[in-house]
């Protein structure tokens, strides 16, 4: 794992926002998996900007997001759906029919999972996989368990993830489920990126760099992974040994 402790979560975004321009600068049809809360919104601010300025274009990339709610509208002004339109996808050239996302409203969510396990495959499979981090060390929705899980599947959603989102649900309480792509399913994407920032991150940050590996803490499993990059300010790595 690559660890960079950059000094704001301004110059994370500029970093991280660039590192995928450059990514479809080189590869065009690239297939990007992607994120959504608060921590990768700089760097698609970036990615918007360098769009906008004519030096990058996503006309031929395909994306994957990461998770969505169940049982929440995909219109929904707090569905995932709509933070990818507001923070990214309006502000691109990408076609939305290349965006891809799991119905959190799927009658069936083996069927479900199934289809986006091929649709992500038909597509060539994720290149470069954007991550956040949730305080209790998820990544997606994979939240603390007895097993890493393998493809998309249907979760509860933990307390803690619950205490931290639902300050975004101001009509309607927040969904208590979500649909999610599998930490085995993020670790078949060839290149990953993660950001962390602030001091409510530092803990998990701490135990998925230096922790044990445990589905306890999902974040953990990247370390298995060749190709990580973690981006932190100095708040998330603050509890780090070095
Ligand atoms: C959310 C998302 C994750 C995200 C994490 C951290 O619940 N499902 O994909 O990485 O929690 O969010 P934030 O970046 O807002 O701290």
């Known amino acids: 794992m690559n660890i960079f402790v950059l000094e704001d979560e301004a110059a994370i975004g500029r970093a991280v926002g660039d590192l995928f321009c450059r990514f479809v600068q080189k590869k065009p049809a690239a297939v990007l998996g992607l994120a959504t809360g608060a921590s990768p919104v700089p760097a698609y601010r970036r990615m918007a900007e360098r769009c906008r300025n ?3 274009s996503f006309r031929r990339v395909r994306t994957f997001n990461l998770d969505e709610y169940c049982d929440l509208p995909e219109d929904h002004k707090n569905s995932y759906h709509t933070f990818m339109r507001q923070e990214l996808f309006s502000w691109v050239d990408l ?3 290349n965006t891809g ?3 959190g409203n799927a009658e069936d969510e083996f069927a479900e999972s199934e289809r986006y396990r091929l649709a992500i495959e038909k597509a060539g499979g994720i290149d470069i996989q954007l991550l956040g981090i ?5 990544i997606g929705f994979n939240e603390p368990a007895e097993n890493f899980t393998a493809e998309s599947y249907k979760t509860a959603l933990t ?3 619950i205490a931290a989102n639902s300050i975004y649900f101001d009509d309607i309480p927040m969904p208590r489920y ?7 399913a993020i670790l078949r994407a060839r290149q990953i990126v993660l950001i962390a920032t602030g001091g409510a991150k530092a803990d998990a940050v701490k135990i998925m760099l230096e922790g044990e590996m445990s589905p306890r803490c999902p974040a953990t499993a990247l370390r298995q992974h060749p190709d990580v ?3 932190l300010d100095p708040q998330a790595a603050a509890l780090l040994r070095k």
């Open 229 to 231: 990059q973690v981006y």
């Open 159 to 161: 307390g803690s993830t």
């Open 134 to 138: 949730g305080r209790n060390g998820h």
């Open 54 to 56: 004519g030096e990058v």
């Open 95 to 97: 076609p939305p029919e």
């Open 178 to 184: 979500a649909m999610t792509m599998g930490v085995g």
């Open 101 to 103: 996302f799991l119905n």
